[in-house]
């Protein structure tokens, strides 16, 4: 065990150096690290919203499970929210990134509201999944280009990052008395107007025999029930890789120059694009707009 007081808040953490990417070495120690460094950015990403936590307790070869409730032996000042009927760990502090940390909790997936109006998403996410082999991480970066021209013409502002796995994930914020119900019909409507328009391109349902070669745009994230995950996570990946996010310039370059590898984070890189951009997704967090009424077209 090892004594370390983060933010006033005193914490017992174990196994240090056990290694939880074993093709990269890296430990959970660095994982500690990592996440009490990003806290600043990614903590305001994370404030309010219930968050389920995805354990790897022996590494990213071995088992994983996802958690909601918050455990019951969390410390007496480790905050909760509740909704439905699960109480989940409420991250507010690095104390709290730091303690989730240590039990290996390698991802974490916050759902789109903040308490106290869990009815009430802060965004509409569009999560782009490409269908492999054909489709890769520069396919979706041509997608939403398409998306982006399409919320432009509707008067909306997106912002981009990395899924930390294959795909990227497009927020469009809304901050204000938006429903699910309103960000999800939204999301199919854009989505079908997507599909029909570049139907060698997008698809909008999960049926695997359609959607090789092609980018899924997961417009069913946009309900109270599910969660993406957080800005600013770590990827239980061979290597560890980030939730990144990134600019549009940045990813009209990987675009440009087919560099599907300038769309992929280190923790290090992450941590050091923090310190020298500050959080490019912190828009996202204050910007309020006003979703127009789409209809959706008909299934293709």
């Known amino acids: 065990m090892t004594d ?5 808040r005193h914490l017992r953490l174990s196994n240090l150096d056990k290694v939880l990417w074993p093709a990269a070495g890296f430990t959970k120690g660095q994982m500690i690290d990592y996440y009490a460094r990003v806290a600043p950015a990614m903590l305001p990403h994370l404030a309010g919203r219930p968050v389920t936590l995805r354990r790897w307790p022996n590494g ?13 032996h969390r410390p007496p000042w480790m ?21 989730t940390a240590n039990l290996a909790a390698i991802e974490l997936h916050p759902v789109l ?12 996410v569009f999560d782009l999944d490409p269908g492999a082999p054909q489709a890769d991480v520069l396919t979706c970066a041509r997608v939403s280009f398409l998306l982006r021209d399409a919320l432009d013409h509707l008067g909306l502002q997106a912002w981009v990052k990395t899924s930390g796995s294959k795909g990227l994930q497009l927020y469009v914020p809304t901050n204000g008395d938006v429903t699910y119900e309103q960000t999800r019909a939204f999301s ?44 600013y996570s770590l990827r239980a990946l061979p290597t560890p890789g980030v939730s990144t996010p990134v600019s549009w310039d940045e ?46 077209p008909s299934p293709t």
């Open 60 to 72: 990213v070869e071995g088992g994983s499970f996802f958690e909601k409730n918050c455990p019951p």
């Open 188 to 231: 199919l409507a854009l989505a079908r107007i997507m599909e029909r328009s570049h139907p060698d391109l997008v698809v909008t349902t999960q049926d695997r025999s359609v959607r090789p070669g092609k980018v899924l745009i997961d417009w069913s994230q946009n309900t109270s029930f599910k969660s993406t995950v957080a800005v």
């Open 79 to 99: 905050e909760t929210v509740t909704m439905g009927d699960v109480t989940y760990c409420r991250l507010e502090e690095p104390a709290a990134l730091v303690w």
């Open 4 to 8: 370390v007081d983060v933010g006033g």
């Open 251 to 296: 990813l009209g370059s990987a675009l440009e120059d087919e560099d599907a590898e300038a769309l992929r984070f280190s923790p290090d890189e992450v941590l050091d694009r923090v310190e020298g951009h500050g959080d490019l997704m912190a828009p996202v967090l204050d910007v309020a707009q006003e979703l127009p009424r789409l209809d959706a």
């Open 113 to 124: 509201a903040s308490a106290p109006d869990l009815e009430r998403p802060r965004s509409v």
